[in-house]
C-alpha cells in the first residue's frame, strides 16, 4: 500500500511557475511508473506527465510540453513537477499517481493503483 500527499499548489499569475510535490509512505516510489494528472471544472481528468521508474524517461501531453518537467527523487520517495509559463488554461486540480505496470510508461489513468488527494492550481489572466 502506498499513500500519496500531493502538495504546492497556489493561486499565480500568468507565466508564472509553481512546483508541486508528491511525498509517498508505505513502499518506495522506485518500484513505480509516477505521473501527474489533472482535472479543470467541468472537465474530465486528463494526463499531464508520467516518468519512468529510474527517471530516465518522460512523457508529456502535448498541451504542457516545453512548459512543464516532471522529475523524481527515489531517495526522497518524492516526485515533482515543475510547472513554468503557466497559462490559465492550466487551472485545475493536480493529482500525483502510482502504477505498478510493467511496461516503461503509462498515459492510462485506469492503470494507477494510487492517487494524491490533489492540490488546486489557479492560474489568473
Known amino acids: 500500500q502506498v499513500q500519496l500527499v500531493d502538495s504546492g499548489g497556489g493561486l499565480v499569475q500568468a507565466g508564472g511557475s509553481l512546483r508541486l510535490s508528491c511525498a509517498a509512505s508505505?513502499?518506495?516510489?522506485?518500484?513505480?511508473?509516477m505521473g501527474w494528472f489533472r482535472q479543470a471544472p467541468g472537465k474530465e481528468r486528463e494526463f499531464v506527465a508520467c516518468?519512468?521508474?529510474?527517471?530516465?524517461?518522460?512523457d508529456y501531453a502535448d498541451s504542457v510540453k516545453g512548459r512543464f518537467t516532471i522529475s523524481r527523487d527515489n531517495a526522497k520517495n518524492t516526485q515533482y513537477l515543475q510547472m513554468n509559463s503557466l497559462k490559465p488554461e492550466d487551472t485545475a486540480v493536480y493529482y500525483c499517481?502510482?502504477?505498478?505496470?510493467?511496461?516503461?510508461?503509462?498515459?492510462?489513468?485506469?492503470?494507477?493503483?494510487?492517487w494524491g488527494q490533489g492540490t488546486q492550481v489557479t492560474v489568473s489572466s
Open positions: 499517481a502510482a502504477a505498478s505496470v510493467l511496461r516503461l510508461m503509462t498515459r492510462r489513468m485506469g492503470e494507477y493503483d494510487y
Open positions: 508505505g513502499r518506495s516510489l522506485s518500484a513505480y511508473v
Open positions: 516518468i519512468s521508474r529510474s527517471a530516465g524517461s518522460t
